[in-house]
């Protein structure tokens, strides 16, 4: 009897040493997967503040925006400067909030006319130098 113990025994340790080893590469990938679903509930829950409060700003812009442009005589420029901050800007908090890549633009703003040329300025640039002959 004591030796059919002792098998047991050694096959339970033998199974508990055989899942640990197995075992030890997914419970990497756990931590990061519950890591990922914790920063996911986070933006979740946080979506659940910061939504109502941006979708009443942008509404309130709206009422606003409205009023400005008639009461400037159908003036577009006045009501842009109350509508662009309010309608634009990030409606939901995403895991890029949360892990400080992108900040949150509560206050829209529509980049600016200079910001784009650059972009386009620097973008046809790469273009002519990808379409030079090497050597030049």
Known sequence: MTTRRGALRRLAVALVCASALISAPAAADDVE??????????????SLLYVPAKTLYAFGGLAVGGLA????????????????????????ITTDHLSG??????????????ERYDEERYASEDRDVAAAPDGW
């Open 69 to 92: 442009y008639a009461f400037s005589g159908g003036d577009a420029d006045v009501a842009r400067v109350v509508l662009e901050p309010s309608v634009l800007g990030d409606y939901v």
């Open 33 to 46: 997967m519950a890591k990922n679903a914790g920063v996911g509930l986070g933006s979740a829950v946080a």
């Open 101 to 114: 890549e992108r900040p949150v633009q509560f206050f829209g703003r529509k980049e600016s006319r200079v």
